[in-house]
């Protein structure tokens, strides 16, 4: 039950990634605990508890397995059956800060995780871009009649030799222009 519960909350990250807008929408996360609680079998106050409780443990068993690498004797250690399922949330566990004296390559770790963690944040939101339905483009706006003029004395215009094409472009840009300074 557990897995199929950790496997259901993955499949929505606005269960669990504090970035994301509908994170901070509550209707939303509860009509996603509805779908989480339909799904596992459970009621959705249920699947909600059973489930910090599971992250809770997650990141406990992560602060114990950095601590452990962060020691030299390392030593035997018991994984919790469940460690490699929850893996999904590694980009949002950042671990405590620690008191005490913290050398420079465990500094150097924390700035390569952040970086790491910024990289697949960039990767989420540019396949989120990619998901998302493209907004239709606006039509474009309606033709003026002068417009409509001038287009419809392209096809003859193509027809000519450049150079009577280049003599008739000149004779209609000084008409205008003529027609212009008149005006104003």
């Known amino acids: 039950m557990e897995e199929?519960?950790?496997?259901?909350?993955?499949?929505?990250?606005e269960l669990y990634d504090t970035k994301l807008v509908?994170?901070?929408?509550?209707?939303?996360?509860?009509?996603?605990?509805?779908?989480v609680s339909e799904e596992?079998?459970?009621?959705?106050?249920?699947?909600?508890?059973?489930?910090?409780?599971?992250?809770?443990?997650?990141?406990?068993?992560?602060?114990?397995?950095?601590?452990?690498?962060?020691?030299?004797e390392g030593g035997p250690?018991?994984?919790?059956?469940?460690?490699?399922?929850?893996?999904?949330?590694?980009p949002f566990f950042s671990p405590r800060e620690m008191n005490g004296n913290m050398d420079a390559s465990s500094e150097d770790n924390m700035k390569r995780k952040r970086s790491w963690?910024?990289?697949?944040?960039?990767?989420?939101?540019?396949?989120?871009?990619?998901?998302?339905?493209?907004?239709?483009?606006?039509?474009?706006p309606p033709l003026s009649e002068t417009e409509l003029f001038l287009k419809s004395l392209i096809p003859m215009i193509d027809r000519l030799p450049p150079m009577?094409?280049?003599a008739l472009k000149l004779k209609i840009h000084s008409l205008v222009?003529?027609?212009?300074?008149?005006?104003?």
């Not at 994170?23 to 939303?28: K, S, W």
């Open 4 to 13: 199929k519960l950790i496997i259901a909350v993955c499949a929505r990250p």
């Open 22 to 35: 509908m994170y901070r929408d509550r209707a939303v996360r509860k009509k996603t605990w509805c779908s």
């Open 40 to 72: 596992v079998g459970l009621p959705p106050d249920q699947c909600r508890k059973r489930w910090k409780s599971l992250r809770d443990l997650y990141m406990r068993e992560k602060r114990k397995e950095l601590q452990r690498r962060n020691r030299p």
């Open 77 to 90: 250690c018991k994984r919790w059956k469940y460690s490699a399922v929850p893996s999904f949330l590694d």
């Open 117 to 140: 963690n910024e990289h697949v944040d960039l990767e989420r939101e540019i396949l989120r871009a990619l998901q998302a339905e493209p907004q239709p483009l606006p039509p474009p």
């Open 164 to 166: 009577r094409k280049g």
């Open 177 to 184: 222009f003529e027609a212009v300074s008149e005006f104003m």
